[in-house]
């Protein structure tokens, strides 16, 4: 995953032209944890949106296992998320209507290609298995996220991109989380915006997001 000289611009609300991103360039490698940090309004969520082909460069590329997403169109940019990407965020999105186990088959539904057993060893592996068939409000904050862990892992992502995953837990769960981040780096690319400064302990690298550059911490 690789950006190149990519420019993000918005207007605030006083009618500013404000570069959360600015001509950044930086290589994400797999088998790598990256740590992304910064103050609040820095830009870090706007770098995951960009990062995770949510949302798109006002100029320059990110590239996506050497394709050039500039020239995707919305329809090859769906299946490069679904199929290359998996996100886990701060308030978990999990559908209320549906059980944890239903949570975690839906990308296999969106991609065509459902696997129960392996939704079933996912949970297991995080720890809730117990829980699948308890909707998300019958969970506490912790499992939750664990279950959105478990939905972002699903379909075999390369890459995860994680939007202050540990804001709404306590001490132990984020130590739990940051540690399954940390295992499944191993062979991914897992790419972590946070505030967090235990993230350091766990991150390979911590970059910088200041004032609309990315720099590695010194």
Excluded: W
């Excluded at 611009?9 to 994400?28: D, H, I, M, P, R």
């Excluded at 965020?89 to 209320?96: A, D, P, R, V």
Aim: glycine share 6%; with cysteine; aromatic share 10%.
């Amino acid at each position: 995953m690789y950006l190149e000289n990519v420019l993000k611009c918005y207007v605030s609300e006083s009618g500013q032209q404000v570069k959360a991103l600015n001509l950044v360039t930086y290589k994400f490698e797999v088998g790598k944890f990256y740590a992304i940090m910064g103050e609040s309004g820095s830009g870090k969520s706007t770098l995951i949106n960009i990062l995770g082909l949510m949302d798109k460069a006002t100029k320059g590329s990110v590239f996506l296992d050497g394709v050039d997403t500039r020239k995707c169109s919305d329809d090859e940019l769906c299946k490069l998320r679904n199929e290359k990407i998996g996100f886990v965020f701060q308030n978990f999105y999990l559908n209320n209507k549906l059980t944890a186990l239903e949570n975690v088959l839906l990308p296999m539904y969106i991609n065509g290609n459902v696997d129960l057993n392996k939704a079933k060893d996912l949970l297991k592996t995080f720890n809730v298995l117990d829980r699948e068939s308890h909707y998300p409000y019958e969970l506490s904050g912790g499992e939750q996220q664990r279950v959105s862990l478990a939905r972002a892992l699903v379909n075999n992502p390369k890459y995860i991109l994680a939007d202050e995953p540990t804001g709404n837990l306590d001490s132990k769960n984020e130590d739990e989380v940051f540690n399954y981040l940390k295992d499944i780096s191993k062979d991914k690319c897992v790419i972590v915006v946070s505030h967090n400064e235990k993230i350091k302990n766990y991150a390979d690298k911590v970059v910088y997001l200041e004032k609309g550059v990315l720099k590695d911490e010194n």
